[in-house]
């Protein structure tokens, strides 16, 4: 997997882990603070053998480590977002 795939899929683990937190608060009073979180998905043999990877890093440098262990992710079907409205700004 690229590093640019790595990160993708990373970004998209994390926004997803945001949201849970957000609706689920109490979870991070099981993450120790300053602690490094690495999410493992056990659907995706290859991202989840990379973030362990990171994780074995982060403890050899003497990091807490938190894992996340998640079986998949839902599809998503559709955005969230209601009425949304852009606005571009130009310099002047």
Same mark, same amino acid.
């Given at each position: ?12 683990? /994390? ?7 957000? !609706?689920? +608060? =109490?979870? $991070?009073?099981?993450?120790?603070? /300053? ?7 056990? !659907?995706? +043999? =290859?991202? $989840?053998?990379?973030?362990i990877r990171m994780a074995d890093k ?10 996340v262990k998640v079986d998949k992710l839902?599809?998503?079907t559709h955005s969230r977002l209601v ?10």
């Amino acid at each position: 997997m690229t590093e640019e795939k790595l990160f993708q899929k990373n970004v998209i683990l /994390g926004g997803e882990f945001t949201k849970y937190v957000l !609706d689920h +608060p =109490e979870i $991070l009073d099981e993450i120790p603070r /300053g602690a490094h979180v690495f999410i493992l998905p056990q !659907d995706d +043999p =290859e991202l $989840l053998e990379a973030n362990i990877r990171m994780a074995d890093k982060a403890l050899i440098d003497g990091e807490t480590v938190v894992y996340v262990k998640v079986d998949k992710l839902r599809p998503e079907t559709h955005s969230r977002l209601v009425n949304p409205r852009l606005e571009v700004a130009a310099a002047a």
